[in-house]
Every structure is written in structure tokens, then in C-alpha cells.
């Protein structure tokens, strides 16, 4: 039946690709709110809607970090280019208009951004792997946002003017 919707297996991953692609924009980029100025604030922000997009759809998640590894994915024009704007909105969202006026005065704000991210996705993808073979129903992710609230609350102590 596969042949019946798709050509080729490569067809098939393409369809894949799009699919996975407008799952990130729809359920993952568009709702982030670009009004809040706030860093760390958006990173919260951005972070859970994140989580819930990947308890909502744990394969594309899966499947997308094994085609974010490749250095070149075999695409066609139409889905490079959907795969290089859906970065750049990615990077909009988290930079864009930023009020760099919250960071203390000596630091380097880029420098800042990379460290919170990194903290970010690390702790990201420990939670993830540690919630690898649970029924995420029946998880109680209470804890988690705590830990991760304390997380920025160290986070803006550290890199925010009092």
C-alpha cells in the first residue's frame, strides 16, 4: 500500500519532512508570543510549549533529530527552502526584539544568550531522556516546571542587573 501514496521511499521522506516541518511552525514557533522583551522569560515560554509540542509528537521529534544531524539533507528546492526559513523564524523568535537593557552591564549579551540556551537544551534533553519509557499521561510534570523555574530564577540572578 505504501507505493499506492508514494513513488519512491525517498517520496515517502519527503512527505515526512514537510509533515514534520509544519507540525514545528503550527504547533511550536507560531505560538510563541514575540511581545514578551524578556529573555529568559521567552525561553520559558518558548521551552514549554516546546515540551508540550514533543509529548504531543514524540515520533516527529525523534524523527527530526535524525535529519537535524545530517550536514546536507537530500531535499528538493521546495523543502530546503521551508527547512532554511523555519530556522530563521526559529532564531527570530528567540532574538528578536529582546530588551538587552535587562542584562547586566558587564556582560556580553551574546555571549549570555548562548549560555542560557545551552543551559536550556540541556536541561531539556535530560528531562526528555529521563521520561524516555514513561507514559507521559501519567506523568506529573509539576516537579519538572519547578526545578526548571528555580533554574531561571538562578539564571536572572546571575545575568540580570538587580
Known sequence: MLFYYFQSKKDLYHYLVDYALDIVREQYISLID??????????????????????????VFNFLGTF????????????????EQLLAEGQAIMY?????????????????????????????????????????????????WQEFYEYLTILKKSFYHA
Do not use: H
Open 68 to 83: 537535524f544531524l545530517e550536514t546536507k539533507p537530500d531535499l528538493p528546492s521546495y523543502l530546503s527552502e521551508q527547512y
Open 34 to 59: 514575540m511581545r514578551n522583551r524578556d529573555f529568559i522569560e521567552r525561553m520559558r515560554q518558548a521551552t514549554q510549549i516546546k515540551m508540550r509540542c514533543f509529548a504531543e509528537n514524540p515520533s
Open 96 to 144: 528578536d526584539n529582546i530588551d538587552t537593557s535587562l542584562f547586566r552591564r558587564d556582560v556580553d549579551v551574546d555571549k549570555v544568550f548562548k549560555l542560557i540556551q545551552w543551559a536550556m537544551d540541556g536541561y531539556q534533553n535530560e528531562i526528555i531522556s529521563s521520561l524516555k519509557d514513561k507514559q507521559l499521561s501519567e506523568v506529573d510534570f509539576q516537579p519538572y
